[in-house]
């Protein structure tokens, strides 16, 4: 059985020993759902393994053995934060405003709601000082509290490992299209949610825009991610989203006016930054040649030239002209 299902099974054994009355080894297989389902001998191996790291004990009760976690330790202790930790904490919420909708804000605000409630009312005046003098930009993102339900749809396929069905927009080609899809990972980047997973239509890995999933269902069918693929090297050649083109070796050249702001930016992990004795930046990275790459570097405007590869200068020009002539 994989790492991650052990983990989860002892996480959700941990939320059943809460309760008052605790729970039996029987209470404690009927608990899980039906993906974890697990013999009671590996109950019992999972309590084992918790005890070294968790309060519990048995109890006697009405002829059965009761498993409880000790009294007191289901509640975190009250906490006491310094200025700068409340300053971070407010700046987590604001940071966290591009994943509106999603479990993990709602988490978020849940936790700092609880915060605020302990906190004397000096404290509460402060941290509204806190945001007279520093604030947080998010830059662009999208919107996903529409999205609220489609998101815990796809939470709940990830961890039941479930293959899904879904109506799916393609803005490049202008066309909807219906998909089978095993979901393994939701991913943000670039102010977007997006759904990483095997797409049955094109037997490959794919990623799909949250936002551009028109329905989904989750079906009975089991899934799993194969081992040895890796999330993160699976999106290391895109810029910031878009992926699947020729990885290719990218060098631009910035005027001494952009490199003053360009060249402390981490861009892409395999970039190559040199400022020679001008103050003009040298860029060189590895990236997947998408549509995204030209429009990346017309962001500059004139500050950049491509050095290399030509073909991909040619079409940087080629859109330049194109703006040009449209204005």
């Known amino acids: 059985m994989p790492r991650n299902d052990r983990i989860i099974r002892q996480w959700l054994l941990l939320k059943t020993l809460q309760r008052p009355r605790g729970a039996t080894i029987e209470e404690l297989v009927k608990s899980l759902p039906e993906e974890l389902a697990c013999h009671p001998r590996t109950v019992r191996r999972d309590l084992q393994a918790l005890e070294a790291q968790f309060p519990l004990y048995t109890d006697w009760v009405d002829g059965h053995v009761r498993w409880k976690l000790v009294e007191g330790f289901t509640n975190v202790p009250a906490l006491r934060f310094s ?113 990483i997973g095997y797409c049955h239509m094109r037997q490959d890995v794919r990623m799909f825009a949250i936002d551009r999933i028109l329905s989904l269902t989750i079906t009975n069918l089991p899934c799993q991610m194969p081992l040895g693929f890796d999330i993160e090297e699976y999106v290391r050649d895109a810029l910031t989203v878009m992926r699947g083109g020729p990885q290719i070796d990218v060098e631009m050249c910035f005027d001494r006016k952009t490199s003053a702001w360009a060249k402390d930016r981490v861009w892409h992990p395999s970039q190559k930054a040199v400022l020679d004795k001008k103050g003009c930046l040298t860029l060189t990275l590895q990236v997947a040649d998408t549509p995204e790459l030209v429009g990346w570097i017309l962001s500059f405007g004139p500050g950049v030239r491509v050095v290399r590869p030509a073909a991909l200068a040619q079409r940087v020009k080629s859109q330049a002209l194109k703006i040009a002539q449209q204005q």
């Open 83 to 195: 200025a700068t930790e409340l300053m971070a904490l407010v700046f987590t919420r604001d940071l966290a405003k591009p994943l509106e909708g999603t479990p993990i804000k709602a988490s978020i605000d849940s936790a700092l709601v609880k915060i605020e409630s302990a906190l004397p009312a000096e404290a509460e005046e402060f941290v509204q000082h806190l945001h007279g003098w520093f604030s947080a930009g998010i830059g662009p993102h999208k919107r996903y509290a529409e999205h609220r339900e489609k998101i815990g749809q796809l939470a709940r396929a990830i961890t039941k490992k479930r293959t899904i069905e879904m109506r799916y927009y393609t803005a490049g080609r202008d066309k909807t299209t219906r998909r089978k899809v095993d979901p393994y990972r939701i991913w943000y980047a670039a102010g977007g949610l997006y759904l």
